[in-house]
């Protein structure tokens, strides 16, 4: 049956990012599906206290990981602070990253450096770190959350679309590598879904992102609407999709 195979009962689910916006509406669809589900933040850690009240888990045993990936070792200091805290992680999620809109002839290097480490370097880093037991086990999944500027870059952001479509790329890659070992990597390319991201005001740019976030369908989406999927591709019922790109996003990619 197929509520069986979404079951996620006995997996423990790592969702990077997940203290607001699509990370944390995945987060709690995992809860709900039987996942127990570490929560990461980087900044606020109300925010990702206000996830664990939303979540059907026991409140005391939701463990919250604090963590600031685009930092030298970020990644190895979040996988031993949740090594301490379950044996194996089942599913791995990669959803926090940065973008930063300006246009092109303003980005630094700085600016550069920051969202290659945060959105590109972090993921290949997290994989390394735990797919290890993954393999071991002979069970995983790896999602990660792309975008539909993978195909449809904004002009005001040109590294962060650029990192993106480097992701889907590694995606390919490892997913190729990892298929005969019971372990799917899927990429989840949003579209405009209304986050407080997407709320950011940003002057010099705002009336160029918002002549391209008109859809086909019309409007912007919801977080719980990438939650959905990313439940079906951590789950058994998605045992065999890997190495694809899913967009989630009214149509905007057509």
Same mark, same amino acid.
């Given at each position: 049956?197929?509520?069986?195979?979404?079951?996620?009962?006995?997996?423990? &689910?790592?969702?990077?990012?997940?203290? *607001?916006?699509?990370?944390?509406?995945?987060?709690?669809?995992?809860?709900?599906?039987?996942?127990?589900?570490?929560?990461?933040?980087?900044?606020?850690?109300?925010? &990702?206290?206000?996830?664990?009240? $939303?979540?059907? *888990? @026991?409140?005391?045993?939701? /463990?919250?990981?604090?963590?600031?990936?685009?930092?030298?070792?970020?990644?190895?200091?979040?996988?031993?602070?949740? %090594?301490?805290?379950?044996?194996?992680?089942?599913?791995?999620?990669?959803?926090?990253?940065?973008?930063?809109?300006?246009?092109? $002839?303003?980005?630094?290097?700085?600016?550069?450096?920051?969202?290659?480490?945060?959105?590109?370097? %972090?993921?290949?880093?997290?994989?390394?770190?735990?797919? @290890?037991?993954?393999?071991?086990?002979?069970?995983?999944?790896?999602?990660?959350?792309?975008?539909?500027?993978?195909?449809?870059?904004?002009?005001?952001?040109?590294?962060?679309?650029?990192?993106?479509?480097?992701?889907?790329?590694?995606? *390919?890659?490892?997913?190729? *590598?990892?298929?005969?070992?019971?372990?799917?990597?899927?990429?989840?390319?949003?579209?405009?879904? $209304?986050?407080?991201?997407?709320?950011? %005001?940003?002057?010099?740019?705002?009336?160029?992102?918002?002549?391209?976030?008109?859809? /086909?369908?019309?409007?912007?989406?919801?977080?719980?609407?990438?939650?959905?999927?990313?439940?079906?591709?951590?789950?058994?019922?998605?045992?065999?999709?890997?190495?694809?790109?899913?967009?989630?996003?009214?149509?905007?990619?057509?």
């Amino acid at each position: 049956m197929l509520s069986e195979r979404l079951n996620l009962s006995g997996k423990t &689910a790592v969702v990077t990012g997940s203290s *607001q916006g699509i990370g944390k509406a995945i987060a709690i669809a995992l809860a709900e599906y039987g996942a127990k589900v570490i929560i990461h933040y980087h900044a606020e850690r109300k925010d &990702a206290e206000q996830v664990v009240r $939303e979540m059907n *888990q @026991p409140k005391n045993k939701v /463990p919250i990981v604090k963590a600031d990936f685009s930092k030298p070792n970020g990644v190895k200091d979040f996988f031993q602070k949740v %090594s301490a805290i379950a044996d194996t992680v089942d599913i791995l999620v990669i959803n926090a990253s940065v973008q930063i809109a300006k246009e092109w $002839e303003q980005v630094t290097e700085k600016d550069v450096d920051l969202q290659i480490n945060a959105n590109f370097k %972090s993921t290949l880093l997290l994989m390394q770190q735990f797919t @290890p037991a993954m393999i071991k086990k002979g069970w995983g999944r790896i999602l990660t959350i792309g975008s539909v500027q993978q195909v449809k870059p904004h002009p005001a952001m040109i590294v962060y679309a650029a990192t993106k479509s480097a992701v889907f790329n590694l995606v *390919q890659n490892i997913a190729l *590598q990892l298929a005969d070992k019971g372990i799917t990597v899927n990429n989840l390319a949003p579209g405009v879904i $209304e986050t407080p991201r997407i709320k950011e %005001s940003v002057p010099e740019v705002e009336e160029r992102i918002a002549q391209r976030m008109t859809t /086909p369908e019309g409007g912007m989406g919801q977080p719980e609407d990438c939650a959905g999927m990313a439940v079906f591709l951590c789950s058994d019922a998605g045992r065999y999709i890997t190495g694809q790109n899913i967009f989630v996003d009214g149509g905007m990619s057509l």
